[in-house]
């Protein structure tokens, strides 16, 4: 294929998000070819099924971990975040209708307490949010594993109902990811909090002589991150009907959230990005694994594929990051000293 400069030029121009949604929907096209050498359909109601389902687990953590990574941290403790509210919905329910109200409410309120206690270790001790939630993660992986031994709690079938409802071709716990991530969409566009978020992970020390207070969106941003893990824990909760203590770790939400958000065009020094992006990188790995699913390709296989995939990206992003930067000096400027060429008088 040859690239021409006017097709360099308009590539160029395209923003991250754009090109997330180009990849995704050559990844559908890709998909649907080999899952076609295989004998099945891609676009089958049961496949287009499984595959929204798939986003909305990671989808919520992503969400989450998108509203982080642009103040400038990181989320580490998310998977054991995803357990802890699936234990504590299922124990508090314990099978009872009447229970589901308050097994919610108590649930988001420990997750938001795990967060905020995230969120004062970054902006007050200046800890490193990789250090101060890996840390705050092994607390919880401590009090999971000395508490729960096993599968615990039991919810009851109303809330069950959840998980396997939907509304035509759309899982209902697919429309709660979309609701939720519409809220944090029009929070980062619309509001004042939303744009403090962006000035504190473009530069800190910028937004800090500019009169922002640094702490409240890095602390608000943490705390909406950990419900947001709370709320999949509790969609987990749903399908599974018990309580898991490893159910987070198993799904690895930590690391592949993180991937999906760089892979969505967010910049993972923070600053930069969005949920809209989040979302596209999501259904590119929702894709990647119904189709390698189709072809039964090697879990082992899978990890090899996501790694170059997010490589890939992150190398992309980087090139066009140096290509838009501009040049240090102005070669049209004179030196100081010297004096610009006069213009030849015809």
Same mark, same amino acid.
Do not use: C, E, H, W
């Given at each position: 294929m040859i690239v021409t400069p006017g097709l360099r030029a308009r590539l160029a121009s395209l923003s991250s998000t754009a090109i997330v949604y180009l990849v995704l929907l050559a990844a559908i096209a890709v998909g649907a070819i080999l899952t076609a050498t !295989?004998?099945?359909?891609?676009? @089958? @109601?049961?496949n287009i099924s499984a595959i929204l389902t798939a986003t909305s687990i *990671?989808?919520?953590?992503?969400?989450?971990?998108?509203?982080?990574?642009l103040v400038g941290s990181l989320d580490l403790s998310v998977p054991y975040v995803v357990s802890l509210a699936s234990l504590v919905g299922g124990t508090t329910m314990a099978g009872e209708s009447g229970s589901i109200i308050p097994a919610v409410l108590l649930t988001l309120a420990v997750a938001a307490a795990i967060g905020l206690a995230n969120g004062l270790v970054v902006s007050q001790l200046h800890v490193h #949010?990789?250090?101060?939630?890996?840390g705050v993660g092994l607390v919880v992986s401590g009090y999971l594993g000395t508490n729960y031994q096993g599968s615990s709690g @039991?919810?009851?079938?109303?809330?069950?109902? &959840?998980?396997?409802?939907?509304?035509?071709?759309?899982p209902v716990s &697919?429309?709660?990811? %979309?609701a939720l991530a519409a809220a944090v969409y029009l929070m980062l566009s619309r509001t004042r909090v939303g744009h403090h978020m962006y000035a504190v992970g473009g530069s800190p020390e910028v937004a800090r002589l500019s009169g922002l207070r640094i702490s409240p969106p890095v602390v608000l941003a943490h705390v909406l991150c950990s419900v947001l893990a709370g709320v999949?824990?509790? *969609? %987990?909760?749903?399908? %599974? $009907? !018990?309580? $898991?203590?490893?159910?987070? $770790?198993? #799904?690895?939400?930590?690391?592949? $959230?993180?991937?999906? &958000?760089?892979?969505? #065009?967010?910049?993972?020094?923070? #600053?930069r990005?969005? &949920?809209?992006?989040? %979302?596209?990188?999501?259904?590119i790995f929702a894709v990647m694994d119904s189709t390698m699913g189709a072809l039964q390709v090697n879990p082992f296989l899978k990890d090899v594929v996501r790694g170059v995939i997010i490589i890939a990206a992150v190398a992309v992003y980087a090139r066009r990051n140096l290509q838009v930067r501009p040049t240090r000096f102005d070669r049209s400027v004179p030196p100081v000293g010297t004096t610009p060429q006069t213009q030849e008088v015809r």
């Open positions: !295989v004998g099945r359909n891609f676009f @089958s @109601s049961g *990671l989808g919520l953590v992503a969400i989450g971990q998108t509203l982080v990574i #949010g990789f250090i101060a939630t890996l @039991s919810a009851p079938k109303a809330f069950r109902a &959840v998980d396997g409802a939907s509304i035509g071709p759309v &697919v429309l709660i990811m %979309l999949a824990g509790l *969609l %987990l909760l749903s399908r %599974l $009907s !018990v309580g $898991s203590p490893t159910i987070g $770790s198993q #799904g690895g939400y930590d690391l592949l $959230s993180i991937a999906a &958000v760089v892979l969505g #065009g967010t910049l993972l020094a923070g #600053g990005g969005g &949920v809209i992006g989040t %979302l596209g990188g999501v259904a």
